[in-house]
């Protein structure tokens, strides 16, 4: 249903409670993934076409604060790795058992493989795909940010532009969706984003494209505004219109400006600027 004429076209994230055993190969992932499954048919049943998700053990981490964007504004970069282990009972950075966490019995999450990791996201999809297919829903897989091979002694998943592919060829089907986060592949060492932009929305599996600019790699880069980073934002949202791509365009992290709403005032800014390139690659 459209109230004020706006719809709900995609939501982000499955909460860490509802399928940590997915990504921590635990005890009970069977039922963990039930419960999944029941999500996505909830959501396509209520017309929500797309399901953002990260699949990360260590999840964003390891980034500082500091003036680094246009004015002094506040946002965040990296400097250096996070070599901190995970305590048990918890992924991410968010805690699915506070009692293991608050008591320390569970000590900190076995370092495991790229293999074994990749090995659980093809358990995911195998299972969850077929669901989404069903539902109408596109499952739509954000990269890791930071990108780097491990972070927290754990590996990452998507890390480099061509690794998207590997996830995409894991499960063949349109449902099985990019949440393609354009701050995350900038920061990624490999790879000429706007020949990587043609490459995966050519194929049409891209669900919904995170705009967000920085300035440098990992593991060494910072958080800018929209209009002042490494990446030409006209060039993409061109690219974009040529290619007639009709998924959703969304901000991502912003930095803070200076005011009652710091954050808020970010994200308008950097909605205003997508508006007037989205009609201005347009001609209207
Ligand atoms: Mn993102």
Redesign the pocket.
């Known amino acids: 249903m459209a109230v004020h004429d706006l719809r709900l076209s995609a939501i982000e994230n499955f909460d860490p409670v509802h399928w940590h055993d997915v990504l921590l190969a635990g005890p009970k992932p069977d039922e963990q993934i039930a419960h999944l499954q029941q999500i996505v048919m909830d959501a396509g049943r209520a017309g929500i076409q797309t399901i953002g998700y990260n699949f990360s053990l260590a999840g964003v981490a390891g980034r500082i604060p500091g003036s680094f964007a246009r004015g002094g504004a506040v946002s965040v970069g990296m400097n250096g790795v996070d070599e901190t282990p995970i305590p048990d009972g918890m992924v991410w950075n968010m805690v699915w058992d506070r009692d293991r966490v608050v008591s320390g019995t569970g000590g900190t999450l076995p370092e495991i493989s790229h293999d074994e990791l990749w090995n659980r996201l093809e358990y995911f999809l195998t299972r969850m795909i077929p669901v989404a297919e069903e539902a109408g829903v596109r499952l739509a897989l954000?990269p890791d940010?930071p990108p780097v091979s491990r972070v927290r002694r754990q590996p990452r998943l998507v890390w480099t532009h061509d690794l998207y592919q590997k996830a995409l060829d894991l499960v063949p089907s349109d449902a099985n969706a990019l949440?393609f986060?354009l701050?995350?592949l900038m920061e990624m060492s490999d790879g000429d984003i706007y020949e990587t932009i043609r490459r995966y929305v050519g194929q049409n599996r891209v669900a919904y494209i995170?705009f967000?600019n920085v300035v440098g790699k990992a593991p060494d880069y910072r958080e800018v505004f929209i209009d002042e980073g490494d990446l030409d934002m006209h060039r993409v949202m061109t690219i974009l219109h040529e290619l007639e791509f009709d998924g959703v365009l969304i901000p991502?992290?912003t930095p803070h400006m200076t005011c009652g709403a710091p954050w808020h005032a970010g994200m308008a800014y950097a909605m205003g600027y997508m508006m007037a390139l989205h009609r201005s690659v347009r001609g209207v």
């Open positions: 954000h940010d949440e986060c701050g995350t995170h967000r991502d992290h």
